[in-house]
């Protein structure tokens, strides 16, 4: 039999990849727009694209994700941003590399950077701020 800590944790992974799978496109479309529709560089384009991507995370994990219901928003939104932060710094430096150091297309770099530092640092550290209805209980 499966644990049901276990199931609750992937479910949150699930639901959590699916908010990141929106702040992704959102991220990839303003992108896009940006470099191709405005003719910004790719390395500067990325800030406002990852601002974008970072609003969308923290409503939807909060809410949707982690089905964190409490009134908390400040302190909450302060350890979201110190995560995001340096989720932040990891995407921007991460991207920054692979594109002054390949000629690989910018949407698909940003696709793998962005994954590695949402599974790597990010989604790790969020379950420590909206923390899973089975613990709250």
């Known amino acids: 039999m499966v644990n049901p800590k276990f199931l ?17 496109a959102t991220d990839l479309v303003v992108l896009a727009l940006l ?10 384009a990325s800030l406002p694209a990852l601002c974008l991507g970072i609003g969308i995370q923290f409503v939807g994990n909060k809410w949707f994700a982690f089905e964190n219901r409490e009134r908390a928003w400040a302190r909450q ?5 110190a995560v995001e932060t340096l989720g932040f710094g990891a ?9 002054a150091h390949s000629s690989l297309p910018y949407l698909p770099v940003r696709l793998v ?12 550290l969020w379950s420590r701020i909206f923390k899973p209805k089975l613990e709250e209980a």
């Open 91 to 99: 995407n921007l430096v991460l991207f920054d590399l692979v594109m």
């Open 77 to 81: 939104g302060a350890q979201f941003l």
């Open 113 to 124: 950077t962005t994954s590695l530092v949402y599974f790597g640092i990010c989604l790790p």
């Open 35 to 44: 470099v191709s529709g405005v003719g910004m560089d790719p390395r500067v």
């Open 8 to 24: 609750a944790g992937l479910w949150i992974v699930i639901r959590s990849s699916a908010v990141g799978l929106l702040a992704t």
